[in-house]
């Protein structure tokens, strides 16, 4: 026998059910519970900590933490478009004989353009600076910084949802990149996670952990905001301001509407036998033996070292490249190092670099195959404590530890005795002009480059930075060091 429900209680029991809203802990859930549906844009301040991504003192130590003292996030999904303002500074240093650091950036995205803008000179005007090699971290941030910005993105991209701690784990893929959320039973997305590739590390995990959630005037968002990489701390940020719909967008500038410029490689010969190869940000020296090619450096990527690899080939054709050398573990100073041991290449290093370094290329490589992924050919080290003697008849070249140097452990300078060449990196970058007096504060890594060169006796005549427009003199360096 069936029970008569009156139509008016049955109305009645449709609305309480709607009025109950989407099952919490769901996609639908946390997109309504969190205004993602109408929220286009969002602004954020805050403050906290930024770690200095691939620039660790030692191999395998986190990236050196400076404290944010400015964080400003300026996010657009219809564009997608971003602006990131950052002041930030790192304390000064004895133990490593760093003094203050102080940085401050301005970044952009929108679309398939991505740059920077430096500030202005005395009396100057701030420079656009094309950055065509950032568009792919930076878009991932449009649709990692914030929780809405995911939603948004899983609403409209086919998400998967699958059940997952009592709330969903939501993955969707744009473009290259599979970005997976998860949402706990308080409608709140906790986690973003996806995959960056980088030219060490490779497919390098990329982590947004959001916590503490608040009420900013209407917007539920995280007060919270933790991102790692390759499972090192990247950024921390307590939020102090959040608004909806507030962001404001200028029309991408004419200056950074530029593809990535093809690889230049300049050779200046300085004497027979060693050339300085420039045309980047990131020189080389390149040295011929009897038998063999040694080079100093690799450089930033993959990109480069294939240009290098074709300049050397061109200066000197029948000889094999047996040697590079890196200064370094920095990923500026690193990148690089893949292609030549595709190559075949032994890479010559400081003992504290070999073991990062074995691990890291042994890594997957897939979001972009370069060519060591495709070959999987295993590196050959020549690795060194003190000092290395690559020894030869007219061209010998020595590799030195500068000892106490806090820029980076294993930090190396090479010298070419019987032409008196030194090159170095970091510890001085020349400048279009050549300065004729001391600066109040010398830099502490050049003020011990400079004291090792004495401690070592090196009959050093010319200098070859890594970084800078000009081969110099050793007096400039003695002079910029205050010595």
């Not at 409608?187 to 390098?204: F, H, Q, W």
């Amino acid at each position: 026998m069936h029970k008569y429900v009156p139509l008016a209680g049955a109305f009645a029991a449709l609305v309480t059910l709607s009025a109950c809203g989407p099952k919490p802990g769901t996609l639908e859930g946390a997109t309504a519970a969190l205004g993602a549906a109408k929220t286009e844009s969002i602004t954020i301040a805050g403050n906290g900590k930024w770690y200095w991504f691939g620039q660790q003192i030692g191999p395998t130590e986190a990236w050196p933490p400076f404290e944010l003292t400015k964080f400003n996030a300026n996010i657009s999904f219809a564009a997608p478009a971003a602006r990131i303002e950052m002041a930030r500074k790192a304390a000064a240093d004895s133990t490593r004989g760093r003094g203050e650091v102080v940085q401050t950036a301005d970044q952009y995205v929108e679309g398939a353009y991505a740059w920077n803008v430096n500030p202005a000179p005395a009396g100057g005007t701030p420079t656009t600076v094309a950055q065509p090699g950032a568009v792919t971290e930076r878009l991932i941030e449009v649709w990692s910084t914030t929780p809405q910005g995911f939603l948004k993105a899983a609403q409209t991209n086919k998400a998967e949802v699958k059940p997952a701690g009592g709330g969903s784990e939501v993955s969707i893929t744009l473009g290259a990149s599979k970005f997976t959320g998860t949402i706990n039973d308080k409608n709140e997305v906790t986690r973003i996670v996806t995959t960056l590739d980088n030219p060490v590390l490779g497919d390098m995990s990329y982590e947004t952990a959001f916590s503490d959630y608040k009420d900013f005037g209407g917007l539920k968002f995280p007060g919270h905001i933790v991102r790692t990489i390759a499972g090192n701390p990247a950024l921390d940020v307590t939020v102090t301001e959040a608004k909806a719909n507030a962001a404001q967008t200028a029309p991408t500038p004419d200056a950074a509407k530029v593809a990535a410029p093809p690889q230049k490689v300049e050779a200046q010969n300085l004497a027979p036998g060693v050339w300085y190869l420039t045309g980047g940000s990131h020189h080389n020296l390149l040295v011929e033996q009897k038998d063999q090619l040694v080079l100093v450096e690799a450089g930033l990527d993959e990109t480069r070292s294939i240009a290098v690899l074709a300049k050397v080939a061109e200066l000197v054709p029948n000889k094999p490249l047996k040697y590079v050398i890196n200064t370094h573990s920095h990923f500026d100073h690193s990148g690089g190092l893949r292609t030549f041991v595709d190559a075949g290449a032994t890479i010559v290093t400081h003992e504290a670099n070999q073991p990062f370094y074995a691990k890291a290329w042994g890594q997957p490589h897939t979001l972009n195959p370069d060519k060591l992924a495709q070959s999987k050919k295993g590196p050959n080290f020549q690795t060194f404590t003190d000092k290395l003697v690559l020894e030869d008849p007219a061209h010998p070249v020595e590799v030195h530890l500068i000892a106490g140097n806090g820029h980076s452990a294993g930090f190396s300078m090479i010298y070419l005795p019987k032409e008196k060449i030194l090159m170095e990196a970091d510890a001085y970058t020349s400048t279009p002009t050549v300065p004729t007096a001391a600066p109040a504060s010398p830099n502490p890594f050049l003020v011990n480059l400079v004291q090792n060169i004495e401690r070592l006796k090196l009959d050093v005549a010319t200098v070859t930075p890594i970084h800078g427009p000009r081969v110099v003199p050793l007096a400039e360096l003695r002079l910029m060091a205050g010595l």
